[in-house]
């Protein structure tokens, strides 16, 4: 099923809300009051749109398998879930809740209980209520539902700059205790300026839904600073720079010693990067630490579904938004729709284990002894050359796509990447790329 930008739009918010929804629900049931549960002070929590929206466009990919698609959720929803609580607890400062515990990878057996049976939700969810959800979206028309998107999305920019207000505001755990004994907030509010009362707002707001609210520590607060303690955007940045150029190395040397050719396996135009190879380290860094600590066998069951479920969506993704297959298994025997094999999956495992036991400790170590000034700079500079880097070849790789369709370029910005990203240029980086009409 192919579904325009706006439908996915819209699709998100829509489960977003009703996510919120049974959220609202649930802890009305279990504390007999009103919570506003979420991130946002709108009705709504992405994480649950976010899921949703993945997993339509992926379990659809994978056939009738149904234990395949379990599986596949349940790892799509850990993942979700661990990434959304780990991004509010850094803005908000605080942990809301634990959720990011409660995943497949959280070491615990009652939590692996929980999170297979959110699983086993969210794709019934994904496979029974979405056809009729999809089938009342299509009776609107696309402008009207444009619109809406447009407009709810201007909304929650808007609450989302309310709450980096109030973050930014917030300078002590004991201010926050100061708002919850607040008794008289409206009679007060009606003297404060509307940034004050913006602040006070949410916070009254996040202490009515997380009463149990905890501060959340700098991980090392009080050693001495160094650049990129704990796990943090600048260690990952690093990681995943780091990690993209090996596993393009790796990819390569592997090529010339199976095949006995040189061949370029890097993600993008410019520099030996396997993007791949980069996200999934960040991937596998941020999900496994928490069982670093477990038996190996942990974590190369957790790293063989978590990297198979990965490069399965990496699949997905660049076969739907760019029309092309990068990579194609489907001559090793045990793959699924050539999009991942069981040896590979067994490869992530094995990689998982070496990754969080091995390598990654040692490179935290070497990326924290580098100096603070210049490794901060380096860092921004990593993040604005590699996000142009990204840029300039997927839209090379789209026009790749429409001259293979036999499209003129029609603007000056198709004629510059037809002139400076040729075809022989773009096979010779992507030797392996297929469009998915041939095959």
Not at 318 to 335: L, R
Request: with cysteine; charged share 20%; proline share 3%.
């Amino acid at each position: 099923m192919q579904y325009t930008y706006t439908e996915l739009a819209a699709f998100l918010l829509f489960y977003g809300f009703l996510g919120w929804a049974l959220e609202v629900a649930y802890y009305a049931v279990k504390e007999r009051r009103f919570c506003n549960r979420g991130f946002f002070n709108l009705p709504i929590c992405p994480e649950y749109g976010v899921m949703m929206d993945i997993l339509i466009i992926l379990l659809p990919t994978m056939g009738q398998r149904p234990v395949l698609q379990f599986l596949a959720c349940a790892a799509v929803v850990s993942v979700v879930e661990y990434f959304a609580g780990g991004l509010a607890g850094q803005i908000w400062k605080k942990r809301l809740w634990s959720y990011e515990r409660r995943t497949l990878f959280g070491g615990k057996k009652k939590d692996f209980i929980l999170a297979l049976a959110k699983a086993a939700v969210v794709m019934a969810a994904a496979l029974l209520l979405h056809p009729l959800v999809f089938w009342l979206f299509s009776l609107i028309p696309e402008l009207i539902l444009r619109i809406v998107c447009i407009v709810l999305g201007v909304l929650l920019l808007g609450d989302f700059g309310s709450i980096l207000y109030a973050v930014h505001r917030s300078h002590s755990y004991e201010e926050l205790e100061e708002v919850r004994r607040r008794k008289s907030r409206e009679q007060q509010s009606a003297q404060m300026g509307l940034g004050s009362r913006i602040y006070h707002v949410i916070w009254n707001r996040l202490n009515r839904a997380y009463p149990q609210i905890e501060q959340a520590k700098a991980e090392g607060e009080g050693l001495p600073y160094v650049f990129a303690r704990g796990i943090c955007l600048d260690k990952l940045i690093w990681v995943f720079v780091i990690c993209a150029f090996a596993g393009d190395l790796i990819e390569t040397v592997f090529c010339r010693v199976t095949a006995g050719v040189w061949m370029s396996r890097s993600s993008v135009i410019y520099g030996a990067f396997s993007i791949v190879w980069g996200l999934g380290a960040v991937i596998l860094t941020v999900v496994l630490h928490r069982i670093a600590q477990r038996e190996d066998r942990y974590i190369f069951l957790a790293g063989c579904l978590l990297g198979g479920v990965y490069e399965y969506l990496c699949s997905v993704f660049t076969e739907v938004v760019f029309g092309t297959v990068f990579w194609d298994y489907s001559k090793i025997p045990f793959n699924i729709g050539g999009r991942i094999n069981l040896l590979y999956c067994i490869f992530w495992g094995l990689l998982s284990v070496v990754w969080i036991k091995l390598c990654y400790p040692a490179l935290s170590r070497f990326i924290e002894k580098l100096p603070v000034l210049g490794a901060k700079i380096a860092t921004w500079a990593i993040i604005v050359l590699m996000a142009c880097d990204a840029l300039i070849s997927a839209a090379a790789l789209g026009r790749y796509e429409e001259r293979r369709q036999g499209k003129a370029a029609d603007t000056a910005v198709g004629t510059f990447l037809d002139v400076n990203y040729p075809d022989d240029r773009l096979e010779k980086v992507w030797p392996n790329m297929i469009s998915v009409d041939d095959k």
